[in-house]
Structures are given as structure tokens and as C-alpha cells.
């Protein structure tokens, strides 16, 4: 601030007290720093400005001052009796007379609104009251006291425009959907950005290592991030040390999950009428009744334990933290782990020069859960088999050709172990006070283990009660398989911020240049014993030896500025663009350029708005942007050649050969997103009430999707991945908190948040529908992607109702006469024939909705009573449709049923519309299968307790808190099956067929600070 | 003045930065990983050739990448649509099948579907391997070796498609692009089936120009006479009785060809590339697994039945009807090389195979009779076998010797040679252990041989054409009890996808 300020050159007071601010010194000035905090909550106010009076100083024509940096710090260098004026959009001003002082730590009172906040809008922040886009930000502790793994998974139901489809399988990341589905093939996956490293998968995050999350929700926040922005971005921001006195964290909790909404499946007295009604064969049901998912399932113990220690001096801070994760899960043998480290360092050389380090290890060890076969043999099995008695299995194979699912997860041993370094380094120049350098480097190592080992076992009575059947494994097997991923990213930044006036400007330029490259490698024997010690390549028969590798790698290399303007305080203007150059893309059509531009007009600060006292403040914003998707796999456009495509001449070894089999568009292109937003935000009534409003529209043009071509071309697959849909999202956000106080003891808070969204497909430019969701061998595809209807609508048959009697057979006819369902039987499903060509094929399905919801909500209830607090989180989606894969699955008739269908199924007394008689599995896809998959459910309910300090300090704890937390508490929905939520494509999403049992968490923690 | 050396500094260290960053060349030209390209491989045309052989593997019934050239589809359009062979199974198992074997199929069919893909993807590396070949720097001859056995494969595949479908495109090089094929009318519209045709023809005799005789061919390989065999049969089927005579008696002359004494043994392992094969696929192993046509097996083997209790060999497809069964002559040795058939005497006795492996009578079995030819001993001992059941090592036996004597036979017959033909017919019958033939007179010896050829070939993807090629397919059919419609049947419908996908530009083959 004083480099050229040689009229303050005489102020030597400092000199002696720190050392190392050698530069500062020959100013002669005061070198202070300090912190500035919320007085409400403690946490940091990032983005104040610090302003210095008392002496009339000028400096380059600007107050001086600073601004606090994302840790709520600042530094300066003040003369000799300076007075501090701390501003900050949403807290009252505050006023500090420096003195003898070096190290301030100052308190601002929140004056009003949540406008306040400072937001990170990548390679940058901003006050929140300054943006023209659409951004949210979710607190990292309200994410932390969730029983949950990942931070997004937590962040449901907390954020308008913010769709999270999870599925509770341990050790999984859920789906993030921002503002809708808007590709159809590329990936979907939110972009997320930790300090500064691009990434998509934060399941190494630990969630108590978070500051804050981050939102970038429409196109003109996310275009800074050009070509990644499409699906919107997740920045986090994990925690760092404040200088000051050391702090110690501990929190964790410890609890169990326990399985929700199991589906009932009939009892083998239930089976055996049923079937032997649908089979005509009489079955007996015998005195054993097995509850198949009884058997696979249990409750799972959970843990979480983080310990944290951070402080610093005004030379560094630092914060180290360890957390421990364990989830059993609620299928036998399925339990995850997760052990995470972290380190934080921040390193003030001297007034000019800073550097950082963020560096994270986690080491995730997944024992997975075979359940793709187990759970879905769950559903079939028979329960007039036993289950296992005495060490030997129930023959279900046998039976009815489906594998005993206990066995299929008892004789596999699957494990997955991640370690995953992920971190960056930055080092920081500020030669003027308006100039920052900034250059950030990260880097993301992944080392993925897995290993798959079968045990040996034959259909004989030494597995078996009785022998025979299919399940079985001759011999034993071991696979192993190595990922290693290396993904670095560099961003070089300068940002120029200064204030003329009423003008205040911040102009960002930059480049950015990444490089991933993935190495994998697998091997693979039989006959390895069966002793774990022993599951090592090296122990197998070496004839039977096969391994495989493959590999991966693209660059992108970014230009990028920002322009961030506002006059007065009233008008604000934000302006991007992005240059992207994406190896995955053929060279003429390398480059993609992403501009956006976004204005706001801070109605509240106008003279006229003045007088009112309803509004504290009332921002009008509306924003465009453009922003691409290149999630494409990086040999779409090259053609390849397809090796070990072998021949044995004469017998014997073979000689390989190869083929090529792939027509590739040579013109492949960026999928292209254009995005149209409006939006109000509000404080109102001193603070108690917030909110905001926003529309989008959201055009996705050139979504890559599979163009079938005529197989004469000559593409094995007959599709060629080309650019041709188009998608549309259109969209209503609303969000509401309220803050209310009772009392000096009682404070409460309401958050609520709603989203509409509509998902239409508004082209298909010469490509095909796609059709997707097959089930297994008799419903070849049960969703349909077409013009005019949602991703992945569900196309199948019309259900009118069931045939009562011959007569209602006959008589159903189209208008030539002809008998449209000739073979039915009294019993069957009568279906429409929508083209009325008198018979019922694939012409006649119509579109009956998707998964994609018309509105999604969530609801946010606080209370604070003295020392208590109580907290209810609820999320709920309406509108869509789920489809009962399970029982579509359904195929032989030996199959079990769900209890419902033994009560409700067709009988000619009762006569009903709406369930077939007694039947062997094998429909169509239907109606029948499809239903609501509307559902609220409470997400977490909290309740804590904070000892009191007087207590705690007596054992040298500043602060405990032990709390209660349950985790889907109540699930209310309409679905007949196990959950209504179920991540997937957005081509086949909505089919439950393999999903996760619900589970329900409960658990008790506490949480100290040392 | 130090901070003017910093900010010096500092702007030289970030623009040096910048450029590094940016600059650095070439840094987004990054190569496809792991897989080779056209221009990476130095010995493409060689390898592209191997590829070509390793679609006749191709198996992929339900949509999968490359469609199915011998799999279930195949079986289902040559064996399961015969009087010879039904779907097997049980009944509600693949009713698409089904649906082939009872002349229900619509143009919807997923098997014919997977035929039209496969052949065509089969085509399609042919023609990608020629175009390499026309480049290759290998020496002529080889060159033109290569070139032949390509050419081989080609027409044998056109052969089949124009037998499924009749009026077919015509397909000889590769389109450059997806926008390529779609622009040229070729690819788009079917071609006469004299067109087709021709391409065979064409192709065949440049093989029979350019490639060695048998015994100076590499085992598996097509050679001379494979492809003089080929083209013999194509003229079978054009009723070209001379040049069915000239090239039947070619590959007879050559010597390189003779009748193996036991019947039993041909589709064996045993009996590989022996000395009556002309051409087969070739089985073997690869990367420590079985490799052979996926599935052919499986598809026919063994199912087991209600009463369970064993592991069964196959999901029992493609079983050989009672007409089969019953038009056997009595003393026949083929039957029972043929023929698997399941004990329902109700002793209990079960069913011995060769390789000792005894299937459990029939209570415990899902069909009365399989497939014989098809089934592959899981004894290593008997029969290569690495335990990949979706591969077993069976070489499917495409053109046998004795294929070639009855179509002399039947040339010499049409011809008016009726001695020389019963001479050719009774080299067959003698190696069945049956007496020579008693038929006389043209139109006797031609029934005869016909009937020859239903059981020496008898599921060996023949009988169906030829009832077609002989005009007998409807009157065979509607004694066989099959609602067979004259004009109609005789060809499979055009997948209703590729007429869809051809912008309607592909017709439909009649009464479909």
C-alpha cells in the first residue's frame, strides 16, 4: 500500500516487530494484520473493506485500505494512531482505533442480509452483492453434521436448482444435476473444483475439511470455466488456519444404519398359490419360508471421527486435520473405510510474496457388496428354499434358475482400494496494492486397486443341500485390476482491481493448461487357493493367465478474463470469456470460445428506495452465457484399429488379427449450452427475511448422441457418435429463509427451496430416438429420447385395464373388426392399440413421463433454545415417474412375487383392472411397471446439546457440543418399490432394478474444540 | 530500489509462466492412447486379413457390436427353419426363434436383424482389408493371396446374405464417412440378385486364379479348391449344371480332397481340418481362453429338464425334429452321429456320449434330441477345452468333400449322366453303411440325392436352402406341418431398422 508513499517513510515504529516484513520497513509504516469475524457465528468475513482515517491519506488516488482475503484476513500498514473503518455489505460498520496494536481480531455485527456473503466465483471471489449470475452457497458445517460420505450428498435439499439423486451404497458419490439434464450421452457430472483442482469425483473429500461449497448454477457464473461449465460447477473450499491461538477439533459420530422401505415378498404359502395358479403345476409350500432380503441384509455400523488442529502466526497458519469414515452398509460383507489427511499451509514471506499449500490424501477401502446378481436374485428367489443350513446352501439354481443370492455374495470377494493425493500449490504476488499474480498448481493422483476373487465351488452336496443346477464356479478366480490416473492442472492468474470514484473495477486475464492421463492394468488367473494370503497372481495356474491394459490421456489448454464493474454501488456489470482448446477434439474444431455477460442493478441503494423499511436490499440481475461440454471419450474422432481379433489357423494358438470396426465423425464438436437467467434477490424486515427468484432457460444444442446408420456402412455397432440433439431446460428457482427470534433464548430459522424445471428434447436433427433402459431379456428398452418429451421418457405399453372373460377378449377389436389380442386369457393385461392395426406391438407405445422431476424442494428448520439446537432437513421431488425394474424383471415362473401381488392379483371374483392373474413374469413393458415417483422425505433431524463452558473448561475443553442426528428419518412415496431415487444415465434413469436398499441412519456425536 | 526489483521480477517470473503454460507446442495434439491407428500398425493389411477370418466368430444376436454370422441366428435361419431342427428350449424361452422356426417372422426379428448386421460388418472388414491390401508393399503374389482369401470370405458372406434376403446391397468398397455412406445410392438401395450374384462369382474366380492348391495352402486357410467348391455351389443354386460339373470335377481331380471312412468323426476335433474338409472355421485358443464361433455350442447343447439335478451343457436350441429322426433308412450310421438322443424309456438308463459323459434321462432333460454335431466334450482329455463354455473349440464345417460329390452327383444327373451320378451318390451311402442306391431314371436319382443330401448334411445349415434352391420348400413345409407361404417364405423380411435408417430407400422382400 505505501510502496510509493514517501511522505510515510518517517514512521518507524514497527520496524523492530517483525522482521521479516523487510519491505515494509523501508516505508516506515506499521506493518498490522488482524482478522475480521461475524460476531454472530464466529466465522470469518471474507471480502470487508479495510479503509484507514485519521490522517488524510491518499494512495494512488485511492483510500487506503485492503480488503480481506477468503480466510477473513487482511494485512496493512498503517501509520502510528490509525482508526480502521471496516465495511461489509450486510454487517454494520464498524469503527477500530488501531493503537499499540499489531494482530486486530475485530467483530462485525451482521446488520441485515445473507447478501453479505463473500462467494467464490471460480479463480476469484466476490461479494455476494456484486454478482450478476446465479450462485449459492451452503455453509460447510451445515454439510458436516450429516451422517453422510460425500459433501454433495449432504447438500440435498439445501440449494434451489440443485438436483441429488443418491443411492446410499457405501463408498459411492450421488448424482448432481444442476438446473436440469441437458446432455444426453456426454457426462453429466457437475464439474467440482477443490482449492483450485478440477475434479469429478470428491468421495476423498472428507465433509468436516470444508469451509464452504459453492454453487455455480447458470451459464454466466460457470462460462469462466468454459468447456467444464455445462453441468454446472461445485467449488469447495476446505478450511485454513487463522494465526492466532492453536484450535483443536474434534468431531465424530457413531451409529448404524438400518434397511427402509423393504418391499414385502410373499411367504412360500403366499408363492405356492401363486405360482402354482400362474405354472398349473401344483407346488407345495413345505415348512421352510425364507425371507430372502432378511437374509442379505442387516444393520450396518457407521463412524466418523475428525480431528483437526490449526493456527498459525502472522508468518503461516496451518491446518492439519485426520478423519476416519467407516460404513458397514446394510448387505453382508459390504463395508467401506475411508482414512483422510489433510494439510493446509498459508506462508506470508513478505508484504508481497505468499504461498500455499493444500494438500489431501484419503485412502478409501471399498469392500463391495456383489449386489448387481444378489440383490436382484433377492427378489426372485424362491422362499420355499432355504436360505443356508448348516454351511450348505439353499438350492436355488436348481430350482428355478436363479442363483442363491447369499451364496452369490458369500463366494465373492470383491475389494476396491483407492489412495488419492489431491492437492495444489500457489504462490501469491502482490506488487501494488490494485495487482495480483497468482499462479495455482494442482494435481490429483489416484491409485485404484481392485480385486475380484471367486471362490471355488461346484452344484454338489459339499456346497449344496441338494446338487445340480447352474451355480457354480469349477474354478476359483482372481482378478486384479490397477488404475492409475495423474490429472494436473495450472492456472496462471493476474487480476487487476481498482476503484476510480464511483467506479470499481476487477479485471481478471489468465491462462489455465491441464493434462490427465490414466495408465489401467489387469490380470487374471483360475485356481488360486483359497486362503487370502494367497491372492496373489503368482498362486494361480499360470496357463490360465489373461491381462489386459488400456490408457488414457487429453489436454486442454484455457484463456481466461473477467470483468467486474459497478457504479455506485447501484449498477453491476460482469463480463467473461474463455477460449478452450480440448485435445478430444479434431483439430479444426479444437477451440471453443465461452463468453458470457451478466448485469445487476441494486434497486436498494437507489435514492428512491430509501424511504421504505421493507427491503434492505433488492437486486435485480439478469445474465446470458454460453458454456460447453467436452466429457466426450478422447477417441471419438480418431479412427482406430481393433486389435486381438484372432484366428487359429490349423488349431491351436491363435494369430492375432485386427479390424476396423468404428466409423468416427471427423467433425466432431463441443455440445454447446446457452443460458438466459433472471433474477431477484431480497433481504427484507432488518435481516428476518431472505430470498430469491430466479428463471432460466437453458438450450444445450450439438449433444453428442449415437446416430444409428444403415449397418451396410460397415460400423459394427451401426452407431456413429455424432453432434445432433438439442435439449432444453426451463426452469423456476425459489428460495426463502427466514430468521426469527423468540426470545434472547429461543431463535429459530426456516429455509425453504423450491425448483421447477421442464425437460424437453426440442431436436433430434437427423439423429434417431434413443432408445434405452432394457430389462432383461423380454423388455428390450423401456425409455425413449425424443423430440418434444423429457430425456429418457418412458415409452411403453398402455395398460386399459384386464380382460374379465372370454367375451371382453372377442369383443375387443379396432375398427376394421379385427380381434386385436387374440391368445389373451381372461386374467391378462388388455393393452391399447394406439395405431389401431389391430395388434399390439412396439407401434403402439406411448409416452407415459420420465424420471426427470417437474419440481424438486427442500426445507430447512432451525431451533436454538438456550444451549439446545434442533434442526429438520426435508427433500422431496414431485412429478416423475419410476419403473419397477424388479418386476419387470420378473421371467420365469417359478419367480417370487411381491406379497401385494398374491392378495391383489386377478381373480374372476374380484375382478381386477388393475393386477393380472397369476402369471409366469414375461410382459411387455407396460404401464403397469410405471409409477409415481414423487417423494418427501425427512432427511436429517438433528438435536444438540452444548455443555456448558463453565463445565467443559474445567477438563481444558473450550467448547462441547454432543448432538443426535438421524439420517432419512421418514420417506414418503407413492413407489411400491424400494426407493424412488435412483441415480443413473439420463437415457435410462428411473429403473429400479439393482438400486441400494433406502437405509436409515442413526447416530450420536459430539463435537469439542481444544 | 528493492521493490522495484520485485515487481520487475515478479513480472518477468508470471509472463515466463504464462508462456509456459500456453506455449508450449503441440501440447492438445495428444494421440489416441492404447489403440492402434491405420497409420500406427506397419503390418495392417496382413492383420486386417486375420480379422476378416475372425468375423466368421461373429455371434451377437441381441444387438451386440457386429451382428451374428454363425451364431443362433444363423442356426435359426438354416436349421431351426428346416423340417430338420426345432427351437428346443423350452417354450418360452427366445419365442422370436420361435417365430423363425414357425414362418411368424416379422421385419422386427432381432435374430434376422443380427444376420443383416453381421454379414454386412463381415463385408465391411473384407473391404477394409482389401483397401489396405491395394496399398500394402508386400510382394505380388502374397498380395494377390491375400487378396483371395478375402475375396473368398467376401462372396461365401454375399452368398448367404442373397440366400436370407435375396435382393441385397452391394457393397465392395468403404464409404469414407458416415456422410459417404449415406450419400451413396449403393448403400442405400438393394441390388438384383444377379448383381449379387456376379460379386460372387467375381470374387471367386479371382480366388480360384490366386490361390494355391490345398496341400501348398496353410491348414485353415481358403484355397483353390474351397473356393472352387464355393463357386460350384453358387452355380448349385443357379442351376448351372456345366459349370457345377467343371468345378465339382476340379476340386475331385485335384487329389486333395477324399471321403474320411468313419462319418462319426467329422464334427470332432478328431476329425479337424481332415481330409474331406474344404473349408471349416478354425477353433483354438487365445490369450489362455478358448476362441472359436461364441456360443455354437451352447446355444445347442443339452437343457437340463424339470427334475434338475445336473449341469447341463447348453441352453438346448436347435433340436432335431421326429421327422428328422424318423426319415432316417434303417442301418444308417450318420443318425446316430447326428443325433443325441435323450432316454424316456423310463429305466433310467440316461445317455452315454462318446466321451463318456452321460447325460440323465429324461425327466431330468428339457428336449427329446440334440444337435450331435454341436456338442463339444467339457473333458479336456477328448477335446481341447480351457473352460470358456461361451467358446467351446468346435470348427464349424462350412463345405465338405462330400458336399462336392452330391453336387456332381446332382450336375451329372441333371446333365443326363445318371450312371456317374449314382456312381458319386453310392460313395455316400457306402460311407453310411447303407446299400447302394436302388433309384433309377433322372427324376429318381435326383430325388434320391436330395434326400442323400438331407441327412449327410443333415444340420449342417444346408437343408433349408436347398429346399428353396430345389422349389420343394413349400410342399416340404406344409407336410412338415409348418404354415409356410409360397412367394414369401422362401426369404427372411429386410429389418424394418435398416429400412427406417435407409430413409425408406431398401424394399421389403414380399408379403412382409
Known amino acids: 500500500m505505501g510502496l510509493f508513499t514517501p511522505t510515510r517513510l518517517s514512521k518507524t515504529l514497527s520496524f523492530a516487530l517483525c522482521l521479516l516484513w523487510a519491505v515494509a520497513a523501508f516505508s516506515a509504516d506499521k506493518p498490522i494484520s488482524g482478522i475480521i469475524r461475524d460476531a454472530s457465528n464466529k466465522e470469518p468475513v471474507i471480502g470487508a473493506t479495510v479503509r484507514i482515517i485519521g490522517t488524510n491519506v491518499s494512495t494512488g488516488g485511492q483510500n487506503a485500505g485492503t480488503v480481506t482475503d477468503v480466510n477473513g484476513r487482511f494485512s496493512l500498514t498503517v501509520p502510528e494512531n490509525a482508526t480502521l473503518v471496516i465495511t461489509s455489505i450486510g454487517y454494520k460498520t464498524a469503527t477500530v482505533t488501531v493503537g499499540g496494536q499489531t494482530e486486530l481480531s475485530i467483530a462485525l455485527e451482521p446488520s441485515a442480509s445473507e447478501l453479505s456473503e463473500v462467494v467464490v466465483v471460480g479463480y476469484g471471489t466476490l461479494r455476494k452483492s456484486d454478482v450478476t449470475g446465479s450462485t449459492v452457497t451452503v455453509k460447510g458445517e451445515e454439510l458436516a453434521k450429516q451422517p453422510v460420505l460425500t459433501a454433495t450428498q449432504a447438500l440435498q435439499g439445501k440449494a434451489a436448482g440443485v438436483q441429488i439423486i443418491s443411492s446410499g451404497q457405501p463408498g459411492t458419490s450421488p448424482v448432481i444435476r444442476i438446473r436440469g439434464t441437458s446432455t444426453a450421452l456426454a457426462g453429466t457430472a457437475a464439474l467440482f473444483v477443490v482449492d483450485g483442482v478440477l475434479t469429478d469425483d470428491i468421495s476423498n473429500i472428507n465433509t468436516a475439511d470444508i469451509t464452504n461449497i459453492d454453487v455455480l448454477k447458470d451459464a454466466s457464473a460457470t462460462a469462466i470455466y468454459g468447456a467444464r461449465g455445462a453441468n454446472g460447477v461445485v467449488i469447495i473450499t476446505t478450511k485454513r488456519g487463522v494465526a492466532g491461538k492453536m484450535t483443536i477439533n474434534y468431531t465424530g459420530n457413531v451409529g448404524f444404519r438400518l434397511p427402509a422401505n423393504l418391499v414385502e415378498m410373499a411367504n412360500a404359502v403366499e408363492y405356492a398359490n401363486y405360482v402354482s395358479t400362474a405354472s398349473g403345476s401344483l407346488i407345495q409350500p413345505g415348512s421352510i419360508s425364507t425371507d430372502w432380503y432378511d437374509k442379505i441384509l442387516r444393520n450396518g455400523f457407521q463412524q466418523n471421527h475428525g480431528l483437526s488442529i490449526s493456527g498459525g502466526s502472522d508468518k503461516s497458519t496451518y491446518f492439519l486435520s485426520a478423519g476416519y469414515f467407516t460404513d458397514q452398509g446394510i448387505v453382508i460383507d459390504n463395508i467401506y473405510k475411508r482414512l483422510s489427511i489433510r494439510a493446509n499451509n498459508d506462508f506470508t514471506f513478505n508484504k508481497i510474496v505468499k504461498a500455499g499449500i493444500s494438500a489431501s490424501y484419503a485412502n478409501g477401502d471399498n469392500q463391495i457388496a456383489n449386489l448387481n446378481t444378489a440383490y436382484n436374485n433377492a427378489y426372485r428367489a424362491a422362499p420355499i428354499i432355504a436360505a443356508k443350513e448348516n454351511g450348505k446352501y439353499g438350492n436355488t439354481s436348481v430350482y428355478q434358475n436363479v442363483g442363491n443370492p447369499v451364496l452369490d455374495i458369500e463366494k465373492n470377494n470383491n475389494k476396491a482400494i483407492d489412495n488419492r493425493l489431491l492437492g495444489s500449490a500457489y504462490l501469491q504476488i502482490q506488487p501494488l496494492s490494485w495487482l495480483t499474480f497468482r499462479s495455482n498448481m494442482g494435481g490429483d493422483w489416484i491409485n485404484r486397486n481392485s480385486r475380484v476373487y471367486v471362490y471355488q465351488f461346484n452344484n454338489d452336496t459339499t456346497t449344496f443341500i441338494n446338487p445340480g443346477g447352474n451355480q457354480r464356479n469349477p474354478n476359483s478366480i482372481l482378478s486384479l485390476d490397477n488404475t492409475r490416473i495423474f490429472h494436473w492442472t495450472w492456472d496462471n492468474l493476474i487480476t487487476f482491481n481498482r476503484a476510480f470514484g464511483k467506479h470499481a473495477l476487477t479485471a481478471l486475464v489468465g491462462t489455465t493448461a491441464e493434462q490427465y492421463t490414466l495408465t489401467n492394468f489387469s490380470a487374471f488367473r483360475r485356481d488360486v487357493p483359497a486362503t487370502p494370503s494367497l491372492w496373489y497372481i503368482n498362486t494361480g495356474n499360470a496357463n490360465t493367465s489373461t491381462n489386459s491394459g488400456t490408457g488414457d490421456k487429453y489436454a486442454r489448454n484455457s484463456y481466461i478474463s473477467r470483468i467486474n464493474y459497478n457504479y455506485n454501488e447501484k449498477y453491476l456489470l460482469t463480463a467473461t470469456i474463455r477460449a478452450d482448446g480440448s485435445s478430444r477434439f479434431p483439430a479444426r474444431n479444437r477451440w471453443g470460445y465461452f463468453p458470457s455477460v451478466g448485469v445487476g442493478w441494486l434497486l436498494s441503494n437507489e435514492a428512491f428506495m430509501q424511504g421504505q423499511r421493507i427491503f434492505d436490499v433488492l437486486k435485480l440481475r439478469a445474465s446470458w452465457g454460453r458454456v460447453g461440454n467436452d466429457r466426450v471419450p478422447s477417441d471419438s474422432y480418431t479412427v482406430t484399429v481393433q486389435p486381438n481379433l484372432a484366428y487359429p489357423f490349423g488349431g491351436g494358438v491363435a494369430t492375432p488379427g485386427s479390424a476396423i470396426t468404428q466409423i468416427k465423425d471427423p467433425n466432431l464438436r463441443w455440445e454447446t449450452t446457452e443460458e438466459t437467467s433472471i433474477g431477484l434477490d431480497f433481504g427484507a424486515l432488518q435481516g428476518r427475511l431472505s430470498g430469491e427468484i430466479n428463471v432460466y432457460d437453458k438450450k444445450a444444442r450439438d449433444l453428442l448422441i449415437n446416430v444409428k446408420i444403415p449397418s451396410v456402412a460397415g460400423d459394427a455397432d451401426g452407431v456413429v457418435l455424432t453432434n445432433a440433439a438439442s435439449i432444453r431446460n426451463q426452469g423456476l428457482e425459489l428460495t426463502l429463509n427466514w430468521r426469527g427470534r423468540v426470545s434472547d433464548d429461543l431463535t429459530y430459522r426456516i429455509g425453504g427451496n423450491a425448483t421447477l424445471n421442464r425437460n424437453s428434447v426440442i431436436g433430434l436433427n437427423g439423429g434417431q430416438p434413443i432408445l434405452d433402459g432394457g430389462i432383461g431379456a423380454n423388455q428390450q428398452y423401456t425409455t425413449r429420447t425424443d423430440n418434444g418429451h423429457p430425456v429418457g421418457s418412458f415409452y411403453v405399453l398402455q395398460v386399459l385395464g384386464v380382460f374379465q372373460n372370454d367375451g371382453d377378449i372377442s369383443s375387443y377389436v379396432n375398427a376394421n373388426g379385427q380381434r386385436i389380442q387374440p391368445a389373451a386369457s381372461p386374467g391378462d393385461f388388455k393393452y391399447q392399440d394406439t395405431n389401431g392395426d389391430g395388434r399390439i406391438d412396439d407401434n403402439d407405445r406411448v409416452f407415459v413421463g420420465s424420471y426427470q422431476p417437474k419440481a424438486y424442494f427442500g426445507l430447512n428448520l432451525g431451533v436454538t433454545y438456550r444451549s439446545f439446537d434442533f434442526s429438520v432437513d426435508l427433500y422431496g421431488n414431485v412429478g416423475n415417474q419410476v419403473y419397477n425394474g424388479k418386476r419387470a424383471f420378473r421371467q420365469n415362473v417359478l419367480d417370487n412375487i411381491e406379497k401385494s401381488m398374491a392378495y391383489s392379483r386377478w381373480t374372476s371374483a374380484n375382478g381386477s383392472q388393475t393386477e393380472p392373474a397369476a402369471n409366469g413374469g414375461n410382459l411387455p413393458p407396460s404401464t403397469y411397471f410405471v409409477e409415481s415417483g414423487s417423494f418427501a422425505r425427512v432427511n436429517n433431524a438433528t438435536l444438540g446439546y452444548a455443555l456448558p463452558a463453565a463445565l467443559t473448561k474445567k477438563v481444558f475443553i473450550e467448547s462441547l457440543r454432543v448432538f443426535l442426528t438421524a439420517q432419512n428419518v421418514l420417506t414418503l412415496q407413492k413407489f411400491s418399490g424400494f426407493t424412488a431415487e435412483l441415480p443413473g444415465n439420463p437415457t435410462s434413469q428411473g429403473i429400479e432394478l439393482n438400486a441400494y436398499p433406502t437405509t436409515q441412519t442413526l447416530a450420536v456425536g459430539l463435537n469439542a474444540n481444544f | ?512
Open chain 2, 1 to 512: 530500489m528493492k521493490p522495484v526489483v520485485n515487481y520487475i521480477l515478479s513480472g518477468i517470473a508470471f509472463s515466463a509462466l504464462l508462456l509456459a503454460a500456453s506455449c508450449q507446442k503441440n501440447f492438445l495434439d495428444v494421440p489416441v492412447q492404447a489403440q492402434a491407428t491405420a497409420a500406427t500398425d506397419p503390418n495392417l493389411a496382413v492383420n486386417l486379413v486375420t480379422g476378416v477370418y475372425n468375423s466368421l466368430y461373429n455371434s451377437e444376436a441381441f444387438g451386440g457390436a457386429g451382428g451374428d454370422i454363425h451364431g443362433i441366428s444363423f442356426i435359426s435361419a438354416t436349421n431351426i427353419i428346416s423340417d430338420d431342427a426345432d427351437k428346443g428350449s423350452t417354450p418360452g424361452d427366445q419365442p422370436s426363434i420361435g417365430d423363425i422356426d414357425n414362418f411368424n417372422t416379422t421385419p422386427t426379428n432381432n435374430f434376422v436383424a443380427a444376420l443383416w448386421d453381421g454379414y454386412y460388418s463381415g463385408i465391411s472388414r473384407a473391404n477394409q482389408a482389401l483397401a489396405a491390401l491395394a496399398t500394402a508393399s508386400l510382394p505380388t503374389a502374397t498380395k494377390n493371396q491375400l487378396i483371395g482369401e478375402v475375396r473368398f470370405i467376401r462372396a461365401y458372406y454375399y452368398f448367404n446374405l442373397v440366400r436370407f434376403f435375396g435382393k441385397v446391397p452391394k457393397v465392395v468398397r468403404v464409404p469414407t464417412s458416415a456422410q459417404d455412406a449415406n450419400d451413396d445410392p449403393a448403400f442405400q438401395t438393394r441390388a438384383p440378385v444377379d448383381t449379387i450374384y456376379n460379386v460372387i462369382t467375381q470374387d471367386l474366380q479371382f480366388a480360384i486364379d490366386n490361390l494355391p492348391l490345398r496341400s501348398r495352402a496353410a491348414v485353415g486357410h481358403a484355397n483353390k479348391g474351397s473356393a472352387q467348391a464355393l463357386l460350384a455351389k453358387t452355380y448349385l443354386h443357379r442351376k448351372n449344371w456345366q459349370q457345377v460339373q467343371a468345378l465339382t470335377q476340379a476340386v475331385i481331380q485335384s487329389g486333395q480332397y477324399a471321403l474320411v471312412p468313419d462319418y462319426s468323426i467329422i464334427w470332432r476335433s478328431a476329425g479337424n481340418n481332415n481330409i474331406e474338409s474344404i473349408f471349416e472355421t478354425q477353433s483354438g485358443t487365445f490369450n489362455n481362453s478358448d476362441i472359436a464361433v461364441g456360443g455354437y455350442c451352447t446355444w445347442q447343447g443339452p437343457r437340463v429338464g424339470p427334475r434338475g439335478g445336473w449341469t447341463d451343457l447348453g441352453f438346448g436350441f436347435c433340436t432335431p425334429t421326429q421327422n428328422l429322426v424318423d426319415a432316417y433308412e434303417p442301418g444308417d450310421k450318420r443318425r446316430a452321429s447326428t443325433i443325441i438322443v435323450i432316454d424316456r424309456s423310463g429305466r433310467g438308463v440316461g445317455t452315454v456320449l462318446y466321451d463318456g459323459f452321460r447325460i440323465p434321462s429324461g425327466d431330468s432333460v428339457q428336449n427329446n434330441y440334440y444337435n450331435y454335431k454341436a456338442y463339444a466334450s467339457e473333458n479336456p482329455a477328448i477335446e481341447p477345452f480351457l473352460g470358456n463354455r461361451d467358446r467351446k473349440q468346435k470348427n464349424v464345417r462350412l463345405l465338405r468333400y462330400a458336399d462336392v460329390l452330391l453336387m456332381a452327383a446332382e450336375a451329372a444327373n441333371e446333365l443326363g449322366q445318371t450312371a456317374a451320378a449314382i456312381t458319386l451318390l453310392n460313395q455316400i451311402r457306402t460311407r453310411a453303411g447303407l446299400p447302394p442306391t436302388r433309384s433309377a431314371g433322372q427324376a429318381g436319382v435326383r430325388e434320391a440325392i436330395w434326400n442323400e443330401r438331407r441327412f449327410e448334411l443333415a444340420l449342417e445349415h444346408d437343408r433349408f436352402f436347398d429346399l428353396v434352391r430345389t422349389g420343394r420348400a413349400a410342399q416340404v413345409m406344409r407336410a412338415a406341418g409348418k404354415n409356410f407361404v409360397a412367394g414369401k417364405h422362401e426369404l427372411l423380411p429386410v429389418p424394418s431398422l435398416q429400412i427406417q435408417l435407409s430413409g425408406g430407400k431398401l424394399d421389403q422382400n414380399p408379403g412382409y
